[in-house]
């Protein structure tokens, strides 16, 4: 059941996450338009997108959170 609802979660687009505008561009133009894509990443990967910073990772974290998600382990 839980894998059922991960699939879906990882479906979802970054658009649909409600993050601030700069975060979903940075996330846009490094081509990570899906939470599939998100959770794939480190932390480190995030942070060296341009335009991304701690700030942004902690919106990140916290949307991933919400769906019961986690970015990649260091």
Request: charged share 35%; glycine share 8%.
């Amino acid at each position: 059941r839980a894998s059922v609802l991960d699939s879906e979660a990882l479906k979802i687009r970054v658009s649909e996450l409600k993050l601030p505008q700069r975060v979903e561009d940075a996330l846009d133009d490094a081509s990570i338009r899906t939470v599939g894509g998100l959770v794939r990443k480190r932390e480190d990967d995030l942070l060296a997108i341009e335009g991304l910073g701690q700030k942004g990772l902690q919106d990140i974290k916290r949307a991933l959170s919400n769906l019961g998600l986690t970015l990649r382990s260091s």
